[in-house]
């Protein structure tokens, strides 16, 4: 099975929208639209309309936001419903990210109703799992991975879990600059296939695109990426600079 490779960048609270435009900008010079890799920015809410401006129609980048709401809209302070980000023109959203699970408590079902609320917007998923440092250790690595796989996309049908992106990102790998061996992370990707085609079937699972996550930059993305089950990366830090996120875009092909 062939699956498109997906590159995505997650901004996180960083680059406003005057810094956006100059992103963008710097990218187009980079020349990655004709690479056969799909490519998503994921900018801060604030900073989508200017990217979208800054891209002027261009197809050949995709822009999701860093998480949605539940529900349809209401008084939800400080939340952003799915019929928001369709206005804006988003494709995907990142939804669980260990980010919003440590610091803002979201659990597999609670992300397991982000996702259901993405899906029946049109909005394509990167559901991000993981495990801790003391997770792993403690020889909890499959069993973690196995709840956040079956909470996280229960109720799904194979056709939706399918179309979806999972990033695999270990939380000790997020910002620390360790990243997971190339061999550690392929075995953690097809551990995560082999639960999918138990979940869903053989059919379904071979679809998904699986992204590593954690410390991915220019110089370990083609190892990464050249492991069977791995068809992606999800990129914090070394996304900031366009310079550096074409070079993982060019080490993806
Ligand atoms: P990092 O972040 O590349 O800075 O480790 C990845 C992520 O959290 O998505």
């Known amino acids: 099975m062939s699956r498109t490779p997906i590159i ?3 901004w996180k609270m960083n680059i406003g929208p005057a810094e956006a435009k100059e992103f963008i900008a710097a990218l187009k010079n980079e020349n990655v639209c004709d690479i056969c890799v799909d490519k998503v920015i994921v900018p801060p809410f604030v900073t989508i309309p200017a990217v979208m401006d800054a891209l002027n129609g261009c197809q050949c980048i995709g822009v999701g936001a860093q998480d949605v709401s539940d529900r349809d809209n209401g008084a939800f302070t400080g939340e952003i419903s799915t019929t928001m980000l369709n206005e804006l023109g988003c494709k995907y959203v990142v939804l669980g990210h260990s980010e919003r699970r440590q610091y803002h408590g979201e659990t597999n079902a609670y992300i397991n109703k982000k996702i259901k609320k993405a899906l029946s917007a049109g909005i394509i998923p990167i559901y991000c799992i993981g495990e801790t440092l003391e997770q792993r250790e403690g020889g909890q690595l499959e069993s973690v991975l196995k709840s956040q796989v079956v909470e996280g996309l229960a109720d799904l049908t194979p056709e939706q879990v399918a179309g979806i992106v999972i990033a695999y990102e270990p939380v000790w790998a997020i910002g620390t600059g360790k990243t997971a061996s190339a061999a550690d992370a392929q075995a953690a990707h097809a551990y995560i296939r082999s639960v999918l085609a138990e979940t869903v079937g053989a059919e379904a699972a071979d679809k998904v695109r ?30 900031l600079k366009a310079d550096s996120f074409a070079a993982i875009i060019k080490a993806a092909k």
């Not at 110089?219 to 070394?238: K, R, T, W």
Request: glycine share 16%.
């Open 210 to 239: 699986l992204q590593y996550g954690g410390s991915v930059k220019p110089a370990n993305a083609a190892e990464l990426m050249s492991q069977p089950d791995i068809d992606g990366a999800l990129v914090g830090g070394a996304a």
């Open 8 to 10: 995505a960048a997650n």
